[in-house]
């Protein structure tokens, strides 16, 4: 009498689980899903070396014997269901799709709402979506390889706030240049109202978060260290002081237009059929800012 035997898929499978468990820290809680069917394999609750932190991931685990990279060091993983892909674009928390190559042992990740919304055009017009990974996006737990996951997880966790933070930047942009120039080299002894105040510390914090998205270097202090400046110069009667807020202004001055042209791109280039679908007219606008920064008449 023959025993049960088991057959590849499964075995893959079990190969590719434990080669994920040992590309992600240790501390990290995986909670494997049982209904694997519905696209999703495990949950992941990130956590530092301490404490949980009630921030989750959702990946899908793609088992390969030996993945076969293109001249563009690229891997095409087929055979997607279009429901899949609906499912991960819809879903509530980030998706990471990962293909694991058994025979290297390595994971190698992609974001999937990040990817759908890059691929629009085919997502809405193609059966199937290819899903086309880097090799330079491997999954290890050494700090390099996880600050670069976990990057692109925080910024697909909060990708709704970019685009209310994209929004105010372009309704807001015109008059924001003006006050910043205006606020450039008056007298560095005298005290800054408190309404001017609000006003640069909002842009402040406005052009923190879009530079942290698109990857421009932040190279502002910590605005109360320029309060504190202010007041070990010039005494407590004012918060801040006209010459750290020239320091201020000039620099969010120069970043404004970076960040415009930025942003142009992002809509009108990388993901330009998703946002002539999400907002039509704002896409238009930008499509027609000039290279130097001029607003369409």
């Not at 809680?29 to 990130?46: A, K, M, N, P, S």
């Amino acid at each position: 009498m023959g025993l049960p035997q088991r057959n590849t898929q499964h075995i893959t499978e079990t190969k590719s689980s434990k080669i994920f468990r040992n590309s992600i820290p240790d501390h990290w809680l995986v909670r494997e899903v049982t209904e694997r069917d519905y696209g999703i394999d495990f949950y992941v609750e990130i956590a530092d070396s301490k404490r949980l932190t009630g921030e989750l991931v959702s990946f899908q685990i793609k088992g390969k014997s030996k993945i076969r990279w293109n001249k563009r060091n690229k891997y095409c993983l087929s055979g997607v269901s279009i429901e899949n892909t609906e499912y991960w674009y819809s879903f509530s928390v980030p998706v990471f799709i990962c293909v694991v190559d058994l025979h290297e042992e390595s994971v190698y990740y992609l974001a999937a709402k990040k990817y759908i919304r890059e691929n629009f055009d085919s997502y809405l017009n193609k059966p199937r979506l290819p899903y086309y990974f880097d090799n330079q996006q491997i999954l290890k737990p050494s700090a390099r390889s996880l600050g670069a996951f976990l990057t692109q997880y925080y910024l697909d966790q909060n990708y709704e706030i970019l685009v209310k933070d994209i929004i105010a930047f372009i309704a807001n942009y015109q008059s924001h240049m003006d006050f910043l120039e205006c606020n450039i080299g008056r007298d560095f002894f005298m005290g800054v109202e408190w309404d001017r105040i609000v006003v640069v510390n909002y842009i402040y914090n406005l052009l923190d978060s879009l530079c942290l998205f698109f990857g421009f270097e932040w190279d502002l202090e910590k605005f109360d260290t320029y309060k504190l400046k202010s007041k070990t110069k010039f005494g407590d009667n004012y918060d801040l002081y006209e010459e750290q807020l020239t320091e201020i202004a000039a620099k969010l001055f120069v970043k404004m237009k970076l960040i415009l042209m930025q942003i142009k791109n992002h809509i009108c280039e990388k993901e330009s059929t998703y946002w002539l679908c999400r907002n039509n007219m704002l896409a238009n606008f930008l499509y027609n800012v000039s290279s130097d920064g001029k607003f369409p008449n």
